[in-house]
């Protein structure tokens, strides 16, 4: 083939070109929003000269694959809901088979420890701080894997199995249309399984079903070597609880196995209020605990009025209006309970009854019931609606600066008297949930990390940072305010550990996991030994003898 002008330029001046790459995508990225406070942060290790640069780039592209690879044109990969941190890497690869993952991933292993080169798998980018990003590595768009195609299974045990690459969302109408469901969720469905199976997957159906990690039968894995392996608590379990909850260390998930169950049409969905922790967190502790309970069991915390993403009444009717009028929410930290309950049209008589029952042995303030009656589907994906109202308003791709904690049962009075009462005191950036869960229906061995009680409470800071701000709703208040939470922690040992967890060195990371150190350790060593896979998180560094250099 003749070389074209832009094919020589492109061949002798690819360090030009990604320099220029490189200041366009900082442009790009950051034209409507100015306060990242990682632009395109460039970790001190890792740095891939422009010689190897190229000759990785060919390498490349003399494999064998049915998908294809991009060297450019990656700002979307650079770029995750946290909107903070922003690494480019220097290949995308798009793969249309597992083998295309298994022969990337062999190829990066088989050149050993003569590069830097790691490998990230991207689900949907919803990641709060670079986890799913790779530096100068290779990142794999995992929702271009369309294969194998969604495929029921309708037995005694029904399942699905899917592609990781799979947002949750289509695989909620697939499974409708045959009258299934899957059992546990995430409150935000446009996630894919691969990246909530790397960390749980918790929700309001936490409490009956474990989370989504509880809920997987059989996941096909490519490890940090490149094999291609199908594991399961019977087959190959080390791996599979590994993977479960592993922050994508130990291998990609190329495919999963769901549990499903018969769906339901409807949900009645409730809100009530108090105005006190005690009261409230005793009534969501019984209903996690009641055999008979709601489906779905929540909470959030109200400071004041905190605008469109705590307006905790939208979309729902008094139940008796008269009685809600007098009600006032404004100046006060409340506790808003969230319930569900689902139901099939013909149940609708025996569910109400169901629902008084349950009600009646809560202790609300009488005032603030407020329901509504939706369908499956809108409850599951209710989400989805405050993104759309969001983006039309262009206040969903700022930074994200979340955090979230479990808490352990005994310490959660201490936690919430100084977080709502000393360190949050006039406002909240965001919904503030809070709800309890109990582990005791979690399966074992997982590499999840929890406190140590059965009972634990999610304590999720949703906070949105608006762009360019220096005041109290701008990134650096909200995140001295993280700070200030975490410190607490730490000084007043509540034993709490971050779900979502970020930290920034090894030291950090072997506090997080405790005595399950060891365990997490050994199996990144026998699964990626050469420490390739998501390297977003920072726990293990890339072997290499560059490094040594
Ligand atoms: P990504 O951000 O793309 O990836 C996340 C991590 O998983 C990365 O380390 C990545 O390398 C790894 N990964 C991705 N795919 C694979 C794969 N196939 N194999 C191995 N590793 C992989 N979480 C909850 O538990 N409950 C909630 O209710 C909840 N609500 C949320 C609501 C919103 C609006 C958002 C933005 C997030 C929410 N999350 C919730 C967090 C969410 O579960 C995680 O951020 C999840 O990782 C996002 O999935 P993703 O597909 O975007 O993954």
């Not at 929700?203 to 809920?215: D, E, M, T, V």
């Not at 999840?448 to 701008?474: R, W």
Request: hydrophobic share 40%; net charge neutral; glycine share 6%.
């Amino acid at each position: 083939m003749k070389s074209s002008p832009t094919h020589f330029f492109f061949k002798h001046n690819s360090m030009l070109l990604r320099l220029l790459i490189f200041i366009l995508g900082i442009c790009s990225i950051n034209r409507s929003n100015f306060c990242c406070d990682q632009l395109f942060a460039t970790p001190a290790t890792n740095s891939i000269t422009p010689s190897s640069f190229s000759a990785i780039e060919s390498s490349l592209k003399q494999l064998k694959i049915e998908g294809y690879f991009s060297f450019k044109n990656f700002d979307h990969v650079a770029k995750d809901f946290g909107n903070r941190y922003h690494f480019l890497p220097l290949a995308v690869l798009y793969p249309k088979s597992v083998s295309d993952i298994s022969a990337t991933v062999k190829h990066v292993f088989n050149m050993g420890t003569t590069t830097e080169l790691t490998v990230a798998a991207r689900g949907h980018g919803h990641s709060l701080e670079g986890q799913a990003q790779a530096y100068q590595g290779v990142v794999i768009s995992m929702e271009s894997l369309r294969a194998p195609a969604m495929r029921f299974h309708q037995g005694e045990l029904p399942f699905v199995d899917v592609s990781a690459g799979e947002l949750w969302i289509n695989i909620l109408h697939e499974s409708l249309k045959l009258g299934l469901t899957p059992k546990s969720w995430t409150d935000y469905l446009h996630l894919t399984v691969g990246g909530t199976l790397s960390n749980a997957g918790i929700s309001g159906q936490a409490f009956k079903h474990g989370p989504q990690i509880n809920n997987v039968y059989q996941l096909e894995v490519v490890t940090g070597k490149g094999e291609v392996i199908t594991c399961s608590e019977e087959k190959n379990a080390d791996l599979f609880y590994g993977v479960l909850g592993g922050l994508g260390q130990f291998g990609i998930i190329t495919r999963a196995r769901i549990a499903l169950q018969p769906a339901p049409k409807k949900v009645k969905w409730i809100r009530v209020l108090y105005s006190d922790f005690s009261t409230f967190s005793n009534d969501q502790e019984q209903l996690i605990s009641s055999k008979d309970s709601f489906d779905y069991v929540e909470g959030f915390v109200v400071i004041n009025r905190t605008g469109l993403l705590n307006n905790w009444r939208s979309t729902f009717n008094p139940k008796d209006p008269l009685f809600a009028r007098k009600f006032s929410s404004e100046g006060k930290v409340l506790y808003c309970l969230e319930v569900a309950k689902y139901f099939n049209p013909d149940e609708t008589a025996n569910t109400n009854q169901n629902i008084d029952a349950l009600l009646s042995t809560l202790n609300y303030i009488e005032s603030s019931l407020f329901q509504s009656e939706v369908s499956y589907v809108e409850f599951l994906d209710r989400v989805h609606v405050s993104e759309m109202k969001l983006q039309e308003k262009g206040l969903w791709d700022v930074p994200h600066p979340w955090l979230n904690l479990l808490i352990p049962r005994s310490k959660i009075h201490d936690f919430t008297q100084e977080v709502f009462g000393k360190i949050l005191t006039d406002t909240s950036h965001g919904p503030i949930l809070i709800y309890p869960v109990n582990k005791s229906k979690w399966i074992k061995g997982t590499s999840m990390v929890t406190p140590e009680e059965d009972i634990m409470y999610l304590i999720a800071f949703l906070s949105s940072a608006v762009p360019s701000s220096t005041g109290k709703d701008g990134l650096e208040h909200i995140l001295s305010k993280n700070k200030k939470i975490l410190n607490f922690c730490g000084k007043a040992n509540i034993g709490m550990k971050q779900y979502l967890p970020h930290y920034t060195t090894q030291e950090d990371w072997k506090v997080h996991f405790g005595p399950r150190w060891e365990t997490f350790a050994r199996r990144k060593s026998t699964y990626d030994p050469l420490a390739i896979l998501a390297p977003g998180h920072g726990i293990f560094k890339r072997v290499s003898l560059l490094q040594q250099q």
